[in-house]
T-cell receptor, first 112, second 112 residues
């Protein structure tokens, strides 16, 4: 079974601080995605990374895919209250028609 | 543009009662369709996926079933609900297996 471990599980910081959350696995994924979910809603895709070592930036968010395609990180610069939410990473298992494997997520709270 | 509709948003059902959750996708043809369940502290668990009409694959043996009577319609059912069926159910679609998933708003099911 391919598992994705996300850390930390919970994070509460002050507005303006920087933070990094992690998504790790012992398995290789053909691609990895990050989603953000707000209470009572479905997850919304933020980014997809495909190539080992790839770095993608989305405004204040920087996503990195590990060289071996087993792990990923999300770094937020100058966090804002609007960044509050559940951040989920998901890996594509590759081959065959099936869904994504999701981590349990990081609950992020940015306090004003 | 593509949209996904999922209903109802919330549902309270007694133990032993039947269940039918419906999901429809607009603006695309032959989508890959998925049902996920999100329980507190357990992340998103893939329940069923479908690559075409009448084609259903089950990831986890359980008290639930799924059907795809039309290309863009996906239904999650149960004949007799259990307390353990409570959770947040999410329908999603993707263009290709393992690629970006687009989620519905979710159904909060409480079995009492």
């Amino acid at each position: 079974t391919q598992l994705l471990e996300q850390s930390p599980q919970f994070l509460s910081i002050q507005e303006g601080e920087n933070l990094t959350v992690y998504c790790n696995s012992s398995s290789v994924f053909s691609s990895l995605q990050w989603y953000r979910q707000e209470p009572g809603e479905g997850p919304v895709l933020l980014v997809t990374v495909v190539t080992g070592g790839e770095v993608k930036k989305l405004k204040r968010l920087t996503f990195q895919f590990g060289d071996a395609r087993k792990d990923s990180s999300l770094h937020i610069t100058a966090a804002q209250p609007g960044d509050t939410g559940l951040y989920l990473c998901a890996g594509a298992r590759g081959g065959g028609a099936d869904g994504l494997t999701f981590g349990k997520g990081t609950h992020l709270i940015i306090q004003p | 543009s593509q949209t996904i509709h999922q209903w109802p948003a919330t549902l309270v059902q007694p133990v032993g009662s039947p269940l039918s959750l419906e999901c429809t996708v607009e603006g695309t043809s032959n989508p890959n369709l998925y049902w996920y369940r999100q329980a507190a502290g357990r992340g998103l668990q893939l329940l069923f996926y479908s690559v075409g009409i009448g084609q259903i694959s089950s990831e986890v043996p359980q008290n639930l079933s799924a059907s795809r009577p039309q290309d863009r319609q996906f239904i999650l059912s149960s004949k007799k609900l259990l307390l353990s069926d409570s959770g947040f159910y999410l329908c999603a679609w993707s263009v290709l297996p393992g690629t970006e998933a687009f989620f519905g708003q979710g159904t909060r099911l409480t079995v009492v």
